[in-house]
């Protein structure tokens, strides 16, 4: 039994690796796997492979990018993480000869991947450095193949980035440790490092690029001229332990050591992963992912399972209530933010401008919305496409019928692995203006948006809503935004300009739309018209009124039986 158990249980704890991680990836932080594939478009093909490796570290950001397009399923992203961390643990083990304490460098590539400006081909430009490490040593006894290895250096350079120093620092280090061609192997891979660096050097002055770019790598990091602490330190781990498994104490360990050596490494694990994880970005990327895919009712009961705060969360949940038609009844419900909690102002960060963009889109500002999609794909700050962004610009192309720009935006997604079928049958649509007249999303869309293209401050949105509504009463979002607006402005005498507009057109009067009104009678000391507020609303208003003349002004507390009202929100927000 205990030699079944010596035999097997590596293999066990790689495949319980495999099990947590994907559970991770996929139960508690799908959201992340979303955001990163947005970012990125990987075009099928022999052109985008030859762009990919024109570059040093190629051929580590075309397989990380080609494995980051399995996240527009967030199932397969996190079987595929769950196979890279079980790969890269087995690895490792063979590497440093540790079954337990290999298990560090995974934890650590874990923990950095919180930061959601890490790009996978970091952990793919780790997992071949250490394959290339097991391929040295196993190779170590041969000086004519340890030749071999030493000049292609630079090659590995090419191939995989920065992360080459790795397979060099291995070399230097701890293969002199062995007695077999000690001071050969000491020599070759101290020779190795300096074809690596001297690479390093050379490219920096050959290549386009800043010359601190060839040292913290191209893929590796979203945001270029940053280099992570941990891209240092998990390298040096690995150099690290596999110095350490040379020792002739850490050879001849008991199963009872490294029983204790899985407990504390599990432990670290449970401590350290979710610190990488900031909850309020995985909050926001949460939002994000579940106003891309339409999911309206969901954001609605994150919301009222947690209040959201944030400008990107509040706006999130208020284009929720308003796609749902329960703007005006709910809204304050839930924190506000002001206007920002409407359309947050316009920044030039790749993340926000994407959610203020569908906010534009849905209302039926589709010029505006294909602006956003621009802006957000330019922000990138590593320069990528976006097969997010790409998508928006063909769909807000083809409802402007601009079809020849529209069939080029499709015509590159049909390169794609995941967006290839939605483009073929956008393809069907171009010049078909019944078809498209009949789509549930573009017809609308059409039928809504400004026919005449024009430019607007962010001061006067609520004007640019008005004219939508005009435009088509059918449009409601616009219409509850107009509403919304000198609401959350707390501008009741503008809101009490646009409330008959909207009221002679359509059938509107929701409860915060008769709180209003009350509002706006009561600060003429008159009653509401019974026509426009309910005996129910009148009532709570008369209480809520009777509370605030008691004191309330001086002591809010006394009105949080309010709390859900517009009312509570004009007196207690000033």
């Given at each position: 039994?205990?030699?079944?158990?010596?035999?097997?249980?590596?293999?066990a704890?790689?495949?319980?690796?495999?099990?947590?991680?994907?559970?991770f990836w996929?139960?508690?932080?799908?959201?992340?796997?979303?955001y990163?594939?947005?970012?990125?478009?990987?075009l099928?093909?022999?052109?985008?492979?030859?762009?990919?490796?024109?570059?040093?570290?190629?051929?580590?950001?075309?397989?990380?990018?080609?494995l980051?397009?399995?996240?527009?399923?967030?199932?397969?992203g996190?079987?595929?993480?769950?196979?890279?961390?079980?790969?890269?643990?087995?690895?490792?083990?063979?590497?440093?000869?540790?079954k337990?304490?290999?298990?560090?460098?995974?934890?650590?590539?874990?923990?950095?991947?919180?930061?959601?400006?890490?790009?996978?081909?970091?952990?793919?430009a780790?997992?071949?450095?250490?394959?290339?490490?097991?391929?040295?040593?196993?190779?170590?006894?041969?000086?004519?193949?340890?030749?071999v290895?030493v000049?292609?250096?630079?090659?590995?350079?090419?191939?995989?980035g920065?992360m080459?120093?790795?397979v060099?620092?291995?070399?230097?280090?701890?293969?002199?440790?062995?007695?077999?061609?000690?001071?050969f192997?000491l020599?070759?891979?101290?020779?190795?490092?300096?074809?690596?660096?001297?690479?390093?050097?050379?490219?920096?002055?050959?290549?386009p690029?800043?010359?601190?770019?060839?040292?913290?790598?191209?893929?590796?990091?979203?945001?270029?001229?940053?280099?992570?602490?941990?891209?240092?330190?998990?390298?040096?781990?690995?150099?690290?332990?596999?110095?350490?498994?040379?020792?002739?104490?850490c050879?001849?360990?008991?199963?009872?050591v490294?029983?204790?050596?899985?407990?504390?490494?599990v432990?670290?694990?449970?401590?350290?992963?979710?610190?990488?994880?900031?909850?309020k970005?995985?909050?926001?990327?949460?939002y994000?992912?579940?106003?891309?895919?339409?999911?309206?009712?969901?954001?609605?009961?994150?919301?009222?399972?947690?209040?959201?705060?944030?400008?990107?969360?509040?706006?999130?949940?208020?284009?929720?209530?308003?796609?749902?038609?329960?703007?005006g009844?709910?809204?304050?419900?839930?924190?506000?933010?002001?206007?920002?909690g409407?359309l947050?102002?316009?920044e030039?960060?790749?993340?926000?401008?994407?959610l203020?963009?569908?906010?534009?889109?849905?209302m039926?500002?589709?010029?505006?919305?294909?602006?956003?999609?621009?802006?957000?794909?330019e922000?990138?700050?590593?320069?990528?496409?976006?097969?997010?962004?790409?998508?928006?610009l063909?769909?807000?192309?083809?409802?402007?019928?601009?079809?020849d720009?529209?069939?080029?935006?499709?015509?590159?997604?049909?390169k794609?692995?995941?967006?290839?079928?939605?483009a073929?049958?956008?393809?069907?649509?171009?010049?078909?203006?019944?078809?498209?007249?009949?789509?549930?999303?573009y017809?609308?869309?059409?039928?809504?948006?400004?026919?005449?293209?024009?430019?607007?401050?962010?001061?006067?949105?609520d004007?640019?809503?008005?004219?939508?509504?005009?435009?088509?009463?059918q449009?409601?979002?616009?219409?509850?935004?107009?509403?919304?607006?000198?609401?959350?402005?707390?501008?009741?005498?503008?809101?009490?300009?646009?409330?008959?507009?909207?009221?002679q057109?359509?059938?509107?009067?929701?409860?915060?739309?008769?709180?209003?009104?009350?509002?706006?009678?009561?600060?003429?000391?008159?009653?509401?018209?019974?026509?426009l507020?309910?005996?129910v609303v009148a009532?709570?208003?008369?209480?809520?009124?009777?509370?605030?003349?008691?004191?309330?002004?001086?002591?809010?507390?006394?009105?949080?039986?309010?709390?859900?009202?517009?009312?509570?929100y004009?007196?207690?927000?000033?």
């Amino acid at each position: 039994m205990n030699r079944l158990l010596s035999k097997h249980w590596p293999l066990a704890l790689t495949l319980l690796l495999g099990v947590a991680a994907g559970l991770f990836w996929a139960v508690g932080y799908y959201q992340v796997l979303a955001y990163q594939e947005q970012f990125q478009l990987f075009l099928l093909g022999g052109d985008y492979f030859s762009q990919c490796l024109s570059q040093p570290g190629g051929l580590a950001r075309w397989l990380g990018e080609f494995l980051v397009q399995f996240y527009n399923n967030y199932i397969f992203g996190a079987i595929v993480l769950a196979l890279l961390y079980m790969l890269i643990h087995v690895v490792s083990s063979r590497v440093t000869g540790f079954k337990v304490l290999s298990l560090i460098p995974v934890l650590l590539l874990w923990y950095v991947m919180g930061d959601e400006n890490v790009l996978l081909p970091f952990g793919v430009a780790l997992f071949l450095a250490l394959l290339a490490c097991w391929g040295v040593k196993a190779l170590g006894r041969s000086r004519w193949a340890m030749a071999v290895v030493v000049l292609a250096m630079p090659l590995l350079y090419w191939l995989i980035g920065p992360m080459a120093l790795l397979v060099a620092l291995y070399m230097a280090v701890a293969l002199p440790l062995s007695k077999e061609h000690r001071f050969f192997n000491l020599g070759a891979g101290l020779l190795a490092l300096a074809l690596v660096v001297s690479t390093m050097v050379a490219c920096s002055h050959c290549l386009p690029y800043p010359p601190e770019r060839m040292f913290y790598g191209l893929s590796y990091y979203r945001v270029p001229m940053v280099l992570p602490v941990l891209f240092v330190i998990i390298p040096l781990v690995v150099v690290l332990l596999s110095a350490l498994s040379r020792l002739p104490f850490c050879q001849s360990a008991s199963l009872r050591v490294q029983a204790l050596a899985l407990a504390g490494v599990v432990v670290l694990g449970i401590v350290l992963v979710p610190r990488g994880f900031d909850a309020k970005r995985c909050e926001l990327m949460d939002y994000d992912y579940l106003v891309r895919t339409g999911q309206w009712q969901a954001i609605i009961a994150k919301a009222e399972r947690q209040m959201p705060d944030l400008p990107m969360s509040v706006s999130a949940t208020n284009l929720a209530l308003a796609m749902e038609n329960q703007l005006g009844e709910r809204a304050f419900q839930f924190y506000q933010r002001g206007t920002q909690g409407l359309l947050p102002s316009f920044e030039r960060n790749f993340a926000t401008t994407q959610l203020l963009g569908e906010i534009y889109f849905r209302m039926g500002m589709v010029n505006t919305a294909q602006r956003l999609a621009f802006e957000a794909m330019e922000a990138l700050p590593n320069y990528a496409k976006s097969a997010r962004a790409v998508r928006r610009l063909a769909e807000t192309n083809l409802i402007n019928g601009q079809y020849d720009v529209a069939r080029k935006y499709l015509k590159m997604l049909e390169k794609t692995l995941f967006y290839a079928k939605w483009a073929r049958q956008m393809m069907q649509l171009l010049g078909d203006e019944a078809k498209i007249d009949a789509h549930p999303l573009y017809g609308y869309l059409r039928r809504v948006r400004l026919q005449e293209d024009f430019l607007f401050s962010e001061r006067e949105t609520d004007r640019m809503c008005g004219q939508l509504f005009l435009h088509n009463q059918q449009n409601q979002v616009a219409m509850q935004y107009l509403l919304m607006w000198p609401l959350l402005n707390r501008d009741i005498n503008t809101f009490m300009q646009y409330v008959p507009v909207v009221q002679q057109r359509v059938q509107y009067n929701p409860r915060h739309v008769q709180e209003a009104i009350c509002y706006a009678f009561g600060q003429r000391q008159q009653r509401p018209p019974r026509e426009l507020v309910g005996d129910v609303v009148a009532q709570h208003f008369m209480q809520f009124a009777n509370a605030f003349n008691r004191g309330g002004r001086q002591n809010p507390s006394q009105l949080q039986s309010f709390k859900n009202t517009l009312w509570y929100y004009l007196v207690n927000s000033q």
